[in-house]
């Protein structure tokens, strides 16, 4: 009971904050993952849905303010290489930088990842895993067609 309070206190106050926000600006950024979250795993309470719609805008947020910064320093790096000069004292921060920058986007994505697995049952959490599972094969197997594609044109230009 009282975790149920908790969590019912977290959502009305992340609800009062979100709504002073643009609405679904998020879409933009982090693809409708409660939407696809929602067709993998067809058994989610309203209050699940609601947890993941919080979470995932807050994310965004933060996630996009990350690929902002590293699109920046990328093109940063891009100008500075395709000069002829030595840039090596402005560009070694950068790489770093860079480094920084990825870093973070990883554990904010891991952040979201870990806070919506639990909101999810035991049940409903073995089920999106098997899913996720199965649609990475899929992705795996349509590279794989994919490059044997590509190389299979390249060999027949020769």
């Known amino acids: 009971m009282k975790r149920f309070l908790i969590i019912s206190t977290f959502i009305g106050l992340a609800m009062m904050a979100c709504a002073q926000t643009r609405p679904r600006q998020h879409k933009d950024v982090f693809p409708a993952a409660q939407d696809k979250i929602e067709n993998i795993i067809s058994n989610l309470s309203l209050m699940q849905k609601t947890s993941i719609d919080i979470i995932t805008k807050r994310s965004a947020?933060?996630?996009?303010?990350?690929?902002?910064?590293?699109?920046?320093?990328?093109?940063s790096i891009r100008s500075l290489m395709d000069s002829p000069e030595d840039?090596?004292?402005?560009?070694?921060?950068?790489?770093?930088?860079?480094?920084?920058?990825?870093?973070?986007?990883?554990?904010?994505?891991?952040?979201?990842?870990?806070?919506?697995?639990?909101?999810?049952?035991?049940?409903?959490?073995?089920?999106?895993?098997?899913?996720?599972?199965?649609?990475?094969?899929?992705?795996?197997?349509?590279?794989?067609k994919a490059r044997e594609s590509?190389?299979?044109k390249g060999d027949s230009k020769k």
Do not use: W
């Open 87 to 144: 840039h090596c004292k402005t560009l070694f921060p950068l790489f770093e930088k860079e480094g920084e920058l990825q870093a973070e986007l990883s554990k904010e994505y891991y952040r979201t990842k870990v806070a919506i697995d639990k909101i999810l049952s035991p049940e409903q959490y073995k089920e999106l895993q098997a899913k996720m599972k199965e649609k990475h094969q899929k992705r795996l197997q349509q590279r794989d």
């Open 61 to 75: 947020k933060v996630i996009e303010n990350y690929k902002t910064q590293l699109k920046t320093v990328r093109d």
């Open 150 to 152: 590509k190389h299979l």
